[in-house]
């Protein structure tokens, strides 16, 4: 007969209690979110202030505090998908491994005759070798340099380099599972680092993700514009220490081999050049903290440094031995500046001035705190939405869903009578439980998504209505009210199960396929139809198993 | 008094004009093909490449004078519409600047962005804001074409399977013509008003594919338990009498969608107009398909009548599933 077990009824009711809870605090939004922020602020700095209590004091903690996550078009904020220049590091993997590679020839002078390292496609390393009958033996030695691949994902045993020799051109190369490898490093890092950036920023919740083989997606709510970001996160910020071999008149000037011209980028040294040793003395690697501040003397903005021990000794026994004489401060294969060495500097701490205001210093110091990118990016795609135009959408679209959810409930009242109001009570629960499940898994509600829940609202009612128009037809055949709505419930099931699947397997391609707002579509979509089924299956059927058991109609009118 | 969208007892003949009703579904689907052949969608920059600059002025200015702003950057095309809600405050007049992808530049050039700002701001409206700034590089669209391609192709032949698995192979196949008839006949729309064509319009396609199958499956639903109880009624007969007793729930949730979605559309803000209309659109497609060509699309391969053996042969994998409920 038309009964639900107890411990069935308690689980359905504790369900919906629990999915209500997780989406009550989003009624009281930014309250929530300013306490969530400031219980958030706390643990991370470990300090507690008057203001930050005040804050975390707008909400009880006792009570649940999770939201939904508004996307970028609703909050506002900037998008990149950033392509990372992974053969930016075959190329510095081969220059380092050039001096191994001919210390290893040299050892088999003898049969390979004199070695020279030749121009190559960027990512290879080609040597000529004067005696072409000893190739075999140096490809053996240089293959001696390869170690086995340390990666997760197969090609153990393989060595990271690939030999080969043609003619009297030897050819190096990483080995396609060392590629592999070294990309997954390179994208680890490299999304390391712009997290790193971004959040010494102290900008909220941002998206930070590896997608496809070589790119990032950055999503930053609350910014300005993407510009800003790409200022934060584009620049490859890789400090380095130089000692000074003299000036030069143009990037073409002819210098010795392992020195390096680069120009300057002080106003007032404009066009000038610094011939530089090109093994740094130092490396921004070596530090631990970095500051904007003003110099003492001048009161202008400058950024100050500190090197962890091996840094700071390096930099203390260069800067002891070599005082009166340049070095230069090197960002980016550009001089900040090159300041004459008064004394040593041996605490490992330092400041760089140059021509900063309060803003570039700043950045400079986060750039350096954060460390540097392993490869160049380049930006594929970038979005910026303002504030205000995500605050009118999420405006908008709240007018709408409560106009379509009213409309909704007087067409299933007027269409049902009374059961039309156990569906419309259904209803309400059912955004409610969508808003709690989102909450709960942290998902991002999109200005689509906000149409994925009116389209629900609209869909949802469908599995009521499948089971109602069922009962109706039962009604005409079965025995007595309680057997037709058991019969209505039992075979509208099919109906309802096939719908719902395809529309599901739907909801999960475009969240496999889709990115960004259309994914918010396809979550809430899913969530939807998840929530929808439970409450108009087992929620609008408990209503009315509790109004049949209190009131026992005799006829029903559906 | 109940709110009857159709009366208690109906009795169609939903093939009486089979031959107008489909026809006029080959014909509008011809039709859609050719106009999207000759006029083309309008694709968003998701497809193009290039840049969207959404600007809100504070004064009304013709959009020849942003035209005529922008004419010395030597931008390439440039398409500029005004855009209209009721949401819009009084002195509020928002544009969309759209160009195209620049020659041979495979990122994003933050310099031509700002030149845009600043000419308009010099030569339209000192006051003007730009709520958003949307740029993709030509690399990343034509990923995205082929992303959506897969999509819909992905979806297609998943509800094909799944059908295939719970029913036969007929209705899977009908199942499907009717989803192609929505898809081609919303292009076709989009391509006739030239509504801006980007990914959230393949979100809205899939969507209405997802909601067309709803509509397809709840009828096969019901002829499948209807040729199980009359076996001896002509095939014909069962479908009528099928859709006459479903017609009640297919209008019902056609109606309460379309009254939702029309709120959304008339207040839900100009940002998603295109996607509600096409999701809208879908589902007044897709409620014809689900009476008039899916169905018909079955007739035509006719189906086995004996359901109480698995089907044979070919169909092995017909209907083991059928009975399953969760």
């Not at chain 1, 991370?44 to 804050?55: F, N, S, V, Y």
């Not at chain 1, 707002?517 to 998840?530: A, D, E, M, N, W």
């Not at chain 2, 969608?257 to 659109?281: E, H, P, S, Y």
């Amino acid at each position: 007969m038309l009964q639900i077990p107890l411990w069935n009824r308690l689980f359905i009711l504790l369900v919906l209690l629990a999915g209500l809870t997780f989406a009550f605090p989003n009624f009281f939004y930014e309250r929530v979110e300013r306490h969530n922020d400031a219980v958030a602020e706390m643990e991370r700095e470990g300090i507690e202030t008057d203001e930050l209590l005040a804050e975390q004091a707008l909400w009880p903690d006792a009570l649940p505090a999770t939201l939904v996550n508004l996307g970028l078009d609703l909050r506002g904020g900037a998008h990149l998908l950033a392509e990372v220049q992974v053969e930016d590091v075959y190329v510095a993997r081969m220059d380092a491994l050039w001096p191994e590679v001919r210390d290893a020839l040299r050892e088999v002078r003898d049969t390979v005759g004199t070695i020279r390292r030749i121009d190559a496609d960027p990512g290879l390393l080609q040597v000529r070798i004067s005696q072409p009958e000893g190739m075999s033996a140096a490809v053996a030695a240089v293959r001696e340099l390869g170690q086995p691949v340390v990666s997760l994902t197969g090609g153990i045993g393989e060595s990271t380099l690939d030999v080969s020799g043609s003619g009297d051109i030897l050819t190096v190369r990483l080995s396609e599972a060392e590629q592999q490898a070294t990309n997954d490093r390179t994208m680890q890092q490299s999304i390391e680092i712009v997290r790193r950036r971004v959040d010494e920023a102290g900008t909220r919740e941002p998206t930070i993700q590896r997608q496809g083989q070589d790119r990032i997606l950055i999503q930053v709510p609350g910014i300005g514009s993407a510009q800003e970001l790409k200022d934060l996160i584009g620049t490859t910020a890789r400090l380095t220490f130089h000692p000074v071999v003299g000036r030069a008149g143009s990037a073409d000037e002819q210098v010795e081999s392992r020195q390096i011209v680069l120009p300057s980028i002080d106003p007032d040294d404009q066009g000038t050049f610094y011939i530089l040793e090109q093994t740094p003395v130092v490396t921004g690697d070596d530090l631990v903290d970095s500051q904007p501040s003003f110099d003492q003397q001048s009161g202008l903005p400058v950024v100050t440094f500190r090197f962890n021990p091996t840094g700071a000794r390096a930099f203390g026994e260069y800067t002891a031995a070599n005082v009166g004489a340049p070095f230069a401060i090197v960002l980016d294969e550009e001089v900040i500046s090159a300041p004459v060495i008064r004394q040593a500097i041996t605490g490992g701490a330092g400041q760089i001035s140059g021509n900063f205001t309060v803003e570039s210093s700043t950045e400079l110091a986060i750039l350096l705190r954060a460390g540097a990118l392993p490869a160049e990016m380049t930006f594929l795609e970038e979005r910026t939405i303002g504030p205000e135009l995500g605050a009118d959408s999420i405006e908008a679209g709240q007018i709408a869903a409560l106009v379509a959810f009213a409309a909704v409930l007087v067409f299933m009242i007027l269409s049902y009578g009374t059961f039309g109001i156990f569906a419309s009570i259904a209803l309400v629960l059912n955004v409610g439980m969508i808003f709690g499940v989102l909450s709960l898994i942290g998902a991002t509600l999109t200005l689509p998504g906000i149409a994925g829940i009116v389209l629900t609202i609209g869909m949802a009612v469908d599995a009521n209505v499948l089971v109602f128009e069922r009962i109706r037809e039962e009604l005409k055949t079965a025995r007595g009210p309680a057997r037709a709505i058991e019969l209505g419930y039992e075979r509208a099931l099919s109906a309802i199960i096939d719908a719902n699947i395809t529309t599901f397997i739907i909801a999960t391609i475009l969240f496999v396929l889709g990115s960004g707002p259309v994914r918010g579509f396809s979550v809430t979509l899913g969530i939807g139809i998840v929530t929808s089924v439970f409450t108009a299956i087992y929620v609008t059927r408990l209503l009315i198993i509790f109004w049949f058991e209190r009131r026992r109609p005799k006829t029903i009118e559906v | 008094m109940r709110l009857r969208l159709v009366p208690q007892e109906t009795n169609f003949d939903f093939f009486k004009y089979a031959k107008v009703t489909f026809g006029a579904s080959i014909v509008a689907m011809i039709a859609s093909i050719a106009i999207w052949l000759m006029v083309g969608l309008n694709f968003g920059i998701d497809f193009l490449g290039g840049t969207t600059i959404r600007t809100d002025a504070t004064v009304e200015v013709d959009v020849a004078e942003y035209r005529s702003a922008l004419d010395g950057l030597d931008l390439g095309d440039v398409v500029i519409s005004r855009v209209f809600d009721p949401n819009f405050d009084e002195d509020q007049y928002v544009v969309t600047v759209r160009i195209q992808a620049q020659e041979g530049v495979e990122a994003v050039t933050p310099e031509t962005i700002e030149a845009i700002e600043t000419a308009l701001l010099a030569n339209v409206d000192s006051e003007m804001t730009f709520p958003s700034v949307e740029s993709v590089g030509p690399k990343v669209s034509g990923e995205l074409i082929q992303t959506a391609i897969i999509a819909v192709l992905a979806s297609l032949g998943a509800i094909l399977v799944y059908i295939w698995l719970r029913f036969e192979w007929q209705f899977s196949v009908g199942a499907v013509a009717a989803l192609i008839h929505d898809v081609i006949l919303t292009i076709g729309i989009f391509s006739l008003f030239q509504i801006r064509f980007d990914l959230a319009t393949i979100a809205a396609l899939l969507t209405i594919v997802g909601y067309s199958i709803n509509d397809t499956v709840v009828i096969f639903d019901r002829l499948r338990e209807n040729l199980i109880k009359y076996k001896q009624r002509a095939l014909r007969d069962v479908m009528n009498l099928s859709a006459n007793e479903t017609l009640s729930r297919t209008l019902m949730t056609s109606g309460t969608t379309a009254l939702a979605l029309i709120a959304l559309l008339v207040l839900g803000g100009d940002v998603i107009r295109g996607f509600v209309f096409a999701i809208l659109w879908g589902v007044i497609v897709g409620t014809y398909s689900s009476i008039y060509v899916a169905k018909n699309v079955v007739l035509m391969l006719g189906v086995k009548r004996d359901w109480s053996k698995p089907s044979d042969g070919g169909g092995a994998s017909g209907t083991q599933f059928a009975n399953v409920d969760a």
